[in-house]
Each structure stands twice: as structure tokens, then as C-alpha cells.
């Protein structure tokens, strides 16, 4: 088709397309209703009790979202990232912890593996924590390497057919249960030249001598995911389970982050989702001065507000992930959505606890763990500073100060 007056051929008009697709839908349907019926009725237990669910976590590798888009042969869904980012969406509707389970287990467990490993390294290890049998961890951040994760000080030297690895790390998501089998683990393996270290990812199996993880407790945030202190002290693993390339870990550890915060902006609209429907429920019962506390200006302003940003949000994520499935550049979209999906939930929580009152101070009430999750998600994977920081450099402003 020729436009009016110009030489453009615009080919077959296909109109913009914002439907999610029939099994895109069916999923989402599907998760849904296991969140509402199996997590909700024991969210607040186990985040009261810090308690990580064994049996949560098998139902959702039964349902399949473990490795939703890891192919077939590996034991995965050999869906897109879309239905992933489905799954953690809804789960996170109803429970930060068991999302946290899921997003870390996809995005920082499985994905490593999936796109760095060789064959039999898949083999090894993805069609057990595709069906939720075992979880892998990333083993990144250390006490004095946060947001500066280039400053890594753990190191893994090869002596003859085996990495010595020493360090230690922190806040490692997934890697001190019963069923963590496995630490992709971040480690200064040379020096460059110029200096700067050369880092590089190994596997190293839980239960090696020399590593052990701690569970950290008294966590305000997730409190029923898991989250493990590790230290390696000579532990040695054979030099075959360097994951890719030497040298390729920092290439490694940016890739699988950019993956990883769409995970975490979808647990950031997930959560405001959830929170915002009970403030707009609580709103239309809850009476004061005679009349529904929505029916007042100032209040139901607030929920058209919470619902506009949501809606922003979504549109914000569903494009950052569409440009990933179609493998093009996404990094700037990628830290966008996380930081505004994350700060988005931080408001809509707020004023979901606020429309409460009193009652949305109370542990018996949902609210109040969505005001609580929704801080972690401005801070892992990335502080809300640091995904500033990448979009400035992203859209070219200079300077070396960033
Ligand atoms: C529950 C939980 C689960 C986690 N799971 C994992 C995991 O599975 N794997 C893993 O490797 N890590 C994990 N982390 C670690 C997480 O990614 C780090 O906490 C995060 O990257 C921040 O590092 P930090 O805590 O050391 O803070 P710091 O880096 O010390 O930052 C402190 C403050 O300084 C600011 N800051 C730092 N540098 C700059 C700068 N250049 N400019 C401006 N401000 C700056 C930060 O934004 C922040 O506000 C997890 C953390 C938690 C709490």
C-alpha cells in the first residue's frame, strides 16, 4: 500500500496488537487460580514463621513454570518469555515470597545455565530444576561487593584439573534449602591487562566440601523465600564446570541481570495489582460518615491514580519483554520497567495500606505484606540508583561520575 503523496510502501497494514494470546490467557488463568486457592490460605503463616514452602515450590514445578522457556529437551515449557513473566505476575498478586522463589529459580537459577552452559552441563542439571525438584542459585553479590559487583574478591584458581574457589557471598536467593543443588558463583579467576580482574561464572554443587550456606533470618522482606550467606574455603570443583568461557562472567552476570529485572518489574505489578484490588474492594465496604470511604473525592482519586500507574507500568513491561523475545536491544527498556514497576508498587502500596487505616497495620491483612515485599524490589537486582545510573548511559549522558 502507498501512502497519499509519499513513496513510502508500507506493505500490509497490521494494526498494533496489545492482546495477550489464547495460551498467554490460559496461563494466566491457570496461575491464577493456584495462587488464589493454595498460596493465599497459607501466605501470612509462612511468611509469620520465615518458613520456605518444599511444597509450593513442587506445585509450581508440576505446573510447569520452571523453565517455561527453556526448550523441551531440557525439560522445559518451551514457551516465551511472556509466559514466564506472566507466571510471576500473578504469583506475585498474591505472595512476594513464593514469587521471589520463582523469579530467582527462572531468571538467576535455570537462565545461566540454559544460555552459558555446555551440554552436558544442561543435561546435568535443567530437567530437575525445570520440574521444581531442585533449585539453582547466583551467586553474585559479597559483603564488600553490592552495586558494584565488578569488585567481586572471591576467587577460583586453577590448579591442575580443579578450580580452587575462596570467598564468600551474600543475600544469595534459593541457594540454603534442602533442595539447592547448585551455586553459579561469580569469581576472580586472573587479572587483565590494565589490571582490572578477570571474572569468570562456575558451577559449584551444594554438599562440596569447602562450601557451605547459611540461611540469613529475620529478613522484613519475603520472609518465606530463601536467602543464604555462602563460603567457599578450598573448595574445589573440576575445571569442566566453568560455565562458558573464562573471562565471560561479568559479559554473563549483566546478561542474566537484564533477564532478571523483568522478572522483578513483574513482581512489582503483580504486587501492585494485588494490592491495589484490596484497597478498591476494602474502599467500596469500609463506611465512615455514612458513606463507602471510595464515594469520597480525595479516595477514589487515589484508586483511579494507583490504576492509571499500573496500567502504565504493564505497558512499560510487556514491551521490555516483547523486545527480548524478539532478541533485540532491551537493556534500557529492561531497567526502566524494573525501576518504575518496583517504585510504582512502593506508591500503590502506600496508599493501598492508607485507604486500610488502622486495619492495614494489622499482619492479618495482605496489605500489609505487600508494604513490606514491595521495598526489595527497589533495591535487588539493581538499587533503583543503579537502574538510573544504566539508563542515563543508556540514552548518552556523559560523564565518568556515573
Ligand atoms: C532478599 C534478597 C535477595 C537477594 N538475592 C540475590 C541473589 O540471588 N544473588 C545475588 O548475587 N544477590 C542477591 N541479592 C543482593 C542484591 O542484589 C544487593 O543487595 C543489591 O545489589 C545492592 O547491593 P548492597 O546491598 O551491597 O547495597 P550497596 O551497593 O552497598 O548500596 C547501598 C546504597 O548505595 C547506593 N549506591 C551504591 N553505589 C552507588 C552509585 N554508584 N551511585 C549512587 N548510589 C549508589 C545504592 O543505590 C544503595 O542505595 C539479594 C538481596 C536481598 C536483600
Known amino acids: 500500500m ?109 537462565s545461566p545455565i540454559y544460555h552459558y552452559g ?23 553479590t559479597e559483603p564488600n561487593a553490592g552495586s558494584d559487583a565488578g569488585a567481586t574478591s572471591t576467587t577460583a584458581t586453577l590448579e591442575g584439573d580443579q578450580w580452587v574457589i575462596n570467598g564468600s557471598k551474600i543475600f544469595i536467593s534459593n541457594s540454603s534449602t534442602d533442595i539447592s543443588k547448585v551455586c553459579v558463583v561469580q569469581a576472580v579467576t586472573g587479572k587483565r591487562e590494565g589490571g582490572r580482574s578477570e ?50 562472567g561479568f559479559h554473563q552476570m549483566l546478561a542474566t541481570l537484564d533477564g532478571g529485572r523483568l522478572s522483578i518489574a513483574a513482581m512489582g505489578l503483580g504486587g501492585a495489582q494485588g494490592a491495589f484490588e484490596l484497597a478498591l474492594k476494602y474502599a467500596k465496604q469500609r463506611e465512615q460518615f455514612g458513606r463507602p470511604i471510595a464515594t469520597f473525592q480525595v479516595n477514589a482519586f487515589k484508586l483511579a491514580d494507583m490504576a492509571t500507574e499500573i496500567e502504565m507500568a504493564r505497558l512499560l ?31 500503590v502500596a502506600n496508599q493501598a495500606v492508607q485507604l486500610h487505616g488502622g ?11 505487600h508494604y513490606r515485599n514491595q521495598k526489595l524490589l527497589d533495591i535487588g537486582e539493581g538499587t533503583s540508583e543503579v537502574q538510573r545510573i544504566v539508563i542515563a548511559r543508556l540514552i548518552g549522558v556523559p560523564g565518568k561520575g556515573l
Open 317 to 347: 513491561l510487556y514491551k521490555a519483554s516483547w523486545l527480548y523475545e524478539q532478541h533485540r536491544p532491551f537493556s534500557k527498556e529492561a531497567s526502566m520497567a524494573k525501576m518504575f514497576c518496583s517504585e510504582m508498587y512502593h506508591r
Open 118 to 140: 555446555n551440554e552436558a552441563q544442561k543435561k546435568e542439571w535443567l530437567p530437575d530444576l525445570c520440574k521444581g525438584k531442585a533449585l539453582s542459585s547466583f551467586g553474585l
Open 2 to 110: 502507498k501512502t497519499p503523496n509519499s513513496e513510502l510502501d508500507l506493505g500490509v497494514c497490521m494494526p498494533l496488537d496489545f492482546e495477550l494470546t489464547d495460551e498467554q490467557q490460559i496461563l494466566r488463568k491457570m496461575v491464577r487460580t493456584f495462587a488464589e486457592k493454595e498460596i493465599a490460605p497459607i501466605a501470612q503463616e509462612l511468611d509469620d514463621k520465615e518458613e520456605f514452602s518444599y511444597m509450593l515450590t513442587e506445585r509450581m514445578g508440576e505446573l510447569g513454570l520452571f523453565g517455561l522457556f527453556v526448550s523441551e529437551e531440557y525439560g522445559g515449557g518451551n514457551l516465551g518469555y511472556i509466559f514466564y513473566i506472566i507466571a510471576v505476575e500473578e504469583i506475585a498478586r498474591i505472595d512476594g515470597s513464593q514469587a521471589a522463589t520463582l523469579a530467582a529459580g527462572n531468571s538467576l537459577g535455570i
Open 359 to 369: 486495619y492495614g497495620l494489622m499482619k492479618e491483612n495482605a496489605v500489609e505484606r
Open 199 to 248: 571474572l569468570s561464572c562456575i558451577l559449584v554443587p551444594n554438599g562440596t566440601p569447602g562450601f557451605t550456606a547459611e540461611t540469613m533470618h529475620g529478613k522484613m522482606v519475603w520472609r518465606a523465600s530463601n536467602t543464604g550467606e555462602l563460603s567457599f574455603t578450598d573448595c574445589k570443583v573440576p575445571k569442566e564446570n566453568l560455565l562458558g568461557q573464562r573471562g565471560d
